[in-house]
């Protein structure tokens, strides 16, 4: 199986560049991972709220494959521990999945199209985190994950 992260508009921060790219490179250890960025949309501001999530869904959909499981990281899907999070990827493993993509949408979340298409959603937290930052703690989530089921020393319970 391999993992993509696709996510609306690129990392300000040069220091959670590093750190993303951190994980990142810890987890080719365990898995083909890839980060994919969709640029922000070019005048934005002069878009509702609406138009802006469907253009950013266009380009979303444009990214998935038809055999791909896209999961959606919203503050309205499944709540996981960590270790529950490490199950998650060992059943979507034993599924024989080509490719899950796990998507990080604009700061007006998804289109309708987006939701209709995705197989799930997955929250990271009731609280609300910017987007940026959310790239970190899903990347380290995934390692995390992989570290556990490989019960190496990284997680502790």
Known sequence: MKIKLL????????????????????????????????????????LSEIQQKNKEGELILKKIQATDVLVLLDDKGKEFTSIEFSKYLQKKMNAGIKQLVLVIGGPY????????????????SKMTFSHQMIRLFIVEQLYRGFTILKNEPYHHE
């Open 7 to 46: 996510a609306i508009g690129k990392t300000d921060h040069k220091q959670l560049s590093l750190l993303i790219d951190e994980y990142k490179n810890r987890l080719k250890h365990y898995i083909k991972f890839e980060i994919e960025t969709i640029p922000d949309l070019k005048n934005a501001k002069n």
């Open 109 to 124: 979340g998804f289109s309708e199209a987006v939701y209709e298409k995705a197989q799930s959603k997955l929250s990271l």
